[in-house]
């Protein structure tokens, strides 16, 4: 009787909600409390991009404040892993670069759009025990955050296509030996995804 009424339960609820749905918001969950990493993006436009649209992604020379040093050009290359997913013609910069000359670099190129980026702030928390040895700092103990600007830019007319900012902070099953840059990948493929449209 009781494998009966197991049996009916599991159907009465499979009925309601698929395993993937249940597993999704799951993890959402788990996000939102801070065991998992979590991102939020905020954009200034709904636009979408042609699937075929090439882009030519460069990031700026700015180094975020604090004592987190990520690598120079590690936004446009954790940008690019995402991107090539969702757009087959993607291009990026080898090395840091301004605004100008991005676009220089881009139209010479020959690319539709430019994504500019920039590792705004990196905040790089004592998350094991040799970086507690050096640091001696108990305060310093916790979740690494970042915040990633980007900029969607129109090379042809320099329009200013989209705007977002990305806000990211680590999760405590993650917190070993992890670093700000470590965040980026997820949000960064999430981003590229919306502007092809396709949801998650």
Same mark, same amino acid.
């Given at each position: 009787?009781?494998?009966?009424?197991?049996?009916?339960?599991?159907?009465?609820?499979?009925?309601?909600?698929?395993?993937?749905?249940?597993?999704?918001?799951?993890?959402?969950?788990?996000?939102?409390?801070?065991?998992?990493?979590?991102?939020?993006?905020?954009?200034?436009?709904?636009?979408?991009?042609?699937?075929?649209?090439?882009?030519?992604?460069?990031?700026?020379?700015?180094?975020?404040?604090?004592?987190?040093?990520?690598?120079?050009?590690?936004?446009?290359?954790?940008?690019?892993?995402?991107?090539?997913?969702?757009?087959?013609?993607?291009?990026?910069?080898?090395?840091?670069?301004?605004?100008?000359?991005?676009?220089?670099?881009?139209?010479?190129?020959?690319?539709?759009?430019?994504?500019?980026?920039?590792?705004?702030?990196?905040?790089?928390?004592? =998350? @094991?025990?040799?970086?507690? %040895?050096?640091? /001696?700092?108990?305060? $310093?103990? !916790?979740?690494?955050?970042?915040?990633?600007?980007?900029?969607?830019?129109?090379? =042809? @007319?320099?329009?200013?296509? %989209?705007?977002? /900012?990305?806000?990211? $902070?680590? !999760?405590?099953?993650?917190?070993?030996?992890?670093?700000?840059?470590?965040?980026? =990948?997820?949000?960064?493929?999430?981003?590229?995804? /919306?502007?092809?449209?396709?949801?998650?």
């Amino acid at each position: 009787m009781k494998v009966f009424s197991l049996i009916v339960a599991a159907l009465v609820l499979s009925g309601c909600m698929k395993v993937s749905d249940m597993a999704e918001g799951t993890r959402h969950q788990l996000r939102d409390a801070g065991i998992l990493d979590h991102s939020e993006t905020v954009r200034s436009a709904s636009w979408r991009l042609q699937p075929d649209s090439f882009i030519y992604i460069a990031q700026g020379h700015f180094v975020p404040p604090g004592n987190a040093y990520p690598r120079p050009n590690v936004v446009a290359e954790e940008a690019f892993k995402g991107f090539v997913e969702y757009f087959p013609l993607v291009r990026r910069a080898p090395d840091p670069a301004g605004l100008d000359e991005a676009l220089n670099q881009a139209a010479a190129a020959g690319a539709h759009y430019l994504l500019y980026t920039r590792f705004a702030a990196a905040d790089d928390r004592i =998350g @094991s025990f040799d970086e507690l %040895d050096d640091q /001696r700092a108990l305060d $310093r103990l !916790g979740v690494d955050t970042s915040v990633v600007q980007l900029m969607l830019i129109e090379t =042809g @007319s320099r329009y200013l296509v %989209d705007t977002a /900012r990305i806000r990211s $902070r680590g !999760g405590l099953l993650n917190i070993y030996d992890a670093t700000p840059q470590l965040l980026l =990948g997820p949000p960064l493929r999430d981003y590229a995804r /919306r502007l092809t449209g396709l949801s998650r």
